[in-house]
């Protein structure tokens, strides 16, 4: 051990204080807001021909028509949106031939009846604009108190809450607002639920609910709980959430954008400064049916049952029961479900067109990985000939989603392992990856940038400098994770020889990804069984030996490395031409509603936990007749975490859990 | 083993029907429902180390259902889909948790979506859902749009609507 180790981190850190701060302003500015992103539509009844195709197309219903006489006696039918199911796709935008339903970059959605959100016509066709409320008025001491110290409860209920994420980062810093994000519901004001909720979610969020001190608050994200948004036809997630536990303002969006989640924060404390203590709690039956029992533990002299998640700042919407024997581990099991969605079956009621804008939301970490895997299985079956520059232009996005998801996953192992310095930086850096990507894609988490035949935008102009920018400044940040993480030495004891995967059981077990690389195995899918345009481009597959904690962070740490090199060479080599092919191999045009050859195929791809596999069977319809998702934590963590976990201390639970990049929505879907 | 010889040798003692995809080295076998455990124990000797999944697939029209397995050998680089068909009424099938460990949790998902047993495994008991009474879910002759409706009191149709005034 070098004494020097101890002290480099200092003197990382030391350098901040004289450097320009990564916090956005929120508010006035907020830079990273870009002109492409995909928000609130707007509408040009002038230019409206009436073909209704955007309300065909619309996946989750969220397009209506008013049918109305104008003032000279002719009939119309005018689009109304319900923002309060939009899922934020584009696809009405796509297929409207004249253009008269557009989309702008704004996002604030936010309202404390839902009916609000339903837009008609007429306010769809005016330009939005936005005033912030002023905080700085109050009445009284004591409501200017509550409101200025918000204690949110830690629980991740859905996909929605990644926009949540930069709000607890060095990017957008809710701490400036008093706001702390915090355990224990007994201590709690606000209850942030963000995303879709299940059945089994829901009992955990009614007890969490009830044990929250009065005045409580619950701010919902996304439009799963108000309308059942993207799942509306899933089986097992909820409708209306109001119908349960009472809502204060709902935020739309799927998922809302970061600033969004920043303007219902600063609704919220308005209106608690000006006396707003919350809705009364409910007491009726839909209540009770999901209300879970509360069972006293049988105390057992040998052994402690302890229960891990779902609600605890390091595990995710996800539960393991751990069996101890003083502090070790003697038994872990997996409880999932908390996350289940019934995806293959819900692709299954969709056009191929419409699975497009619904795929990437089985993982919100890396949504992009999912679109590659999907369109890769249906050209396959529709015999669709991609161009090259479309391939190029989908491994500079799946790279950079690669990235993102890699460095949220560095921020959390550094968390559960105590360095919470980390977790700010890389989730603050997180955010710049995040702009090119949206600049690319239009669309910031869930990108739906892939289509059958080829990707649905080209990059802008401007786009390969702002890469550059941020790449260049990510190779920086990557020197500082070494000297703040990789090189600390509190860390390195902390990680090293702890969770050791051995080599033979990665393979048995089906271990796959930087988890499988870091116990020493040569294999990834990109280079074993090359897709899209990565034969053309030269990376090394990072592998080490131990199979550690330490390893898996280490392989991570070098993938990103590796991305970058990937992305620089993606952009120097960008061939010119066409983005999309439409034309099938078996006769035919691929369109929004067309249908495909009957057929299966398999497309493995590697997404940032590993390998991901589509297998999708066609009975010629428009609808795909069976959608089988292999996820890479599905092995993983319900076969693999358990045997990992035994014998170690609690203490080391939650290192080994992230070490392992967990995403619940995968595995449960 | 060279590829050729595998498929060769599932022809031959298995009477398996082959698809291959050449450029991406898949493998579609269909073989019927008594040789589908011995091809796995084939494979599994034969180096296919990693089993990535086993799911099914139900064919509500010729009331039967699909059940297949996907597993990949590191040597040839070759990914294998072995399939058969078994009863929809009656589905049971032998487990194939004796040789990859990791097949039991894979059966488990199985057996709680699509109502197939899995014979030997010990480990068949719910995996997502909580107190579920209804049928197995991913069954084609379940339909979720009737069923949201009546549980969740969904008040939309599921098409885009006119509204009069």
């Given amino acids: 051990m070098k004494i020097s180790n101890i002290f480099k981190p200092f003197k990382t850190v030391g350098k901040f204080l004289v450097e320009k701060p990564l916090t956005f302003h929120f508010p006035p500015e907020s830079p990273v807001f870009t002109e492409r992103f995909r928000g609130r539509h707007i509408y040009h009844p002038e230019l409206c021909i009436e073909c209704k195709l955007c309300g065909i197309v619309c996946p989750n219903n969220a397009i209506d028509f008013l049918f109305e006489k104008d003032e000279k006696g002719l009939v119309h039918f005018r689009t109304q949106v319900d923002y309060a199911k939009c899922c934020f796709c584009g696809l009405c935008e796509d297929v409207c031939p004249t253009k008269a339903l557009e989309m702008t970059n704004f996002p604030f959605l936010v309202a404390m009846d839902k009916k609000e959100l339903y837009y008609s016509w007429k306010k769809l066709s005016e330009k939005p604009s936005l005033t912030l409320p002023s905080i700085k008025e109050r009445k009284g001491l004591i409501p200017w108190a509550r409101a200025r110290s918000f204690w949110i409860v830690n629980y991740f209920t859905g996909c929605c809450f990644i926009e949540a994420v930069p709000w607890v980062a060095s990017s957008f810093d809710m701490e400036r607002f008093g706001l702390l994000a915090t355990a224990s519901p007994r201590h709690s004001d606000v209850l942030l639920i963000g995303g879709y909720v299940t059945p089994k979610t829901l009992k955990r969020i009614i007890r969490i609910y009830s044990q929250m001190p009065k005045p409580k608050f619950v701010l919902v994200l996304g439009n799963c709980p108000m309308t059942g948004g993207t799942y509306w036809d899933s089986y097992n997630t909820i409708k209306e959430l109001d119908k349960y536990i009472p809502v204060d303002l709902w935020i739309a969006g799927c998922p809302p954008r970061v600033e969004n989640v920043g303007y219902a924060i600063f609704l919220a404390i308005w209106a608690v400064q000006h006396g707003y203590t919350g809705k009364e709690e409910y007491v009726n039956t839909e209540h009770g049916k999901y209300a879970l029992p509360y069972v006293v533990p049988k105390i057992n002299k040998d052994y402690n049952i302890v229960e891990f998640g779902p609600q605890h700042p390091a595990s995710g919407n996800f539960n393991i029961l751990l069996k101890l024997k003083g502090e070790r581990v003697v038994e872990a099991t997996p409880n999932v479900g908390y996350l289940h969605r019934g995806f293959e079956k819900l692709m299954e009621y969709r056009t191929w067109c419409q699975n497009i804008m619904i795929v990437q939301r089985v993982c919100v970490l890396d949504g992009a990985s999912y679109e590659l895997a999907y369109v890769g299985a249906v050209e396959k079956i529709a015999g669709l000939e991609v161009p090259e520059r479309a391939k190029y232009l989908r491994v500079i996005q799946a790279e950079l989603s690669r990235i993102q998801s890699h460095l949220l996953n560095l921020g959390l192992l550094a968390a559960s392992a105590g360095f919470d310095t980390i977790t700010r930086i890389t989730w603050g850096d997180r955010d710049k990856i995040l702009y090119p990507l949206e600049y690319m894609t239009r669309g910031r988490v869930y990108q739906i940038y892939n289509i059958p035949g080829g990707v649905r935008y080209d990059i802008p102009l401007d786009f390969v400098d702002k890469a550059f920018e941020v790449i260049k400044y990510m190779e920086k940040r990557l020197k500082i994770y070494d000297d703040l993480l990789f090189n600390n030495q509190v860390f390195i004891d902390r990680t090293k020889n702890i969770g050791k995967l051995p080599k033979e059981m990665a393979i048995e077990l089906d271990v796959t990804g930087p988890n499988m690389r870091a116990s020493g195995i040569d294999f990834d899918v990109r280079r074993n069984v090359p897709y899209e345009a990565y034969k053309d481009v030269d990376f090394k597959v990072q592998v080490l030996q131990d199979g550690d904690v330490y390893s898996r962070a280490l392989c991570r740490r070098r993938e990103i490395e590796e991305s970058l090199h990937i992305i620089k060479q993606a952009i120097g080599k960008l061939p010119k031409g066409p983005i999309a092919e439409r034309k099938m191999s078996r006769g035919g045009y691929f369109s929004f509603m067309s249908s495909i050859p009957t057929g299966e195929a398999i497309h493995c791809v590697e997404s940032a936990r590993g390998e991901l596999c589509f297998h999708i069977v066609s009975t010629g319809g428009v609808k795909p007749y069976r959608v089988k998702i292999r996820g890479p934590t599905f092995d993983t963590i319900l076969v693999a975490l358990p045997k990992l976990l035994k014998g170690v201390q609690v203490a080391d639970v939650p290192v080994i859990y992230w070490s392992l990049d967990n995403c619940p929505a995968d595995h449960d879907r | ?165």
């Fill in chain 2, 1 to 165: 083993m060279e590829i050729e010889d595998l498929l060769k040798y599932l022809v031959e003692h298995f009477n398996a029907k082959i698809s291959i995809e050449k450029d991406r080295n898949f493998v579609l076998a269909r073989v019927d429902k008594y040789s589908y455990v011995n091809v796995a124990e084939f494979l599994f000797k034969e180096g296919f180390r990693r089993l990535l999944t086993v799911s099914a697939i139900d064919w509500l029209s010729r009331n039967v259902i699909e059940i297949y397995f996907i597993t990949y050998n590191h040597v040839m680089n070759v990914y294998v889909k072995v399939s058969t068909e078994i009863p929809r009424d009656f589905p049971e099938i032998p487990s194939l948790s004796s040789m990859w460990e990791n097949a039991a949790m894979h059966e488990r998902e199985v057996w709680e979506l699509f109502g197939v047993s899995f014979i030997g495994n010990k480990m068949l008991k719910p995996l997502f859902l909580e107190n579920w009474k209804g049928p197995p879910p991913f069954r084609k002759g379940f339909d979720w749009r009737e069923y949201v409706v009546k549980e969740y009191g969904l008040k939309y149709p599921p098409v885009p609507k006119t509204v009069y005034q």
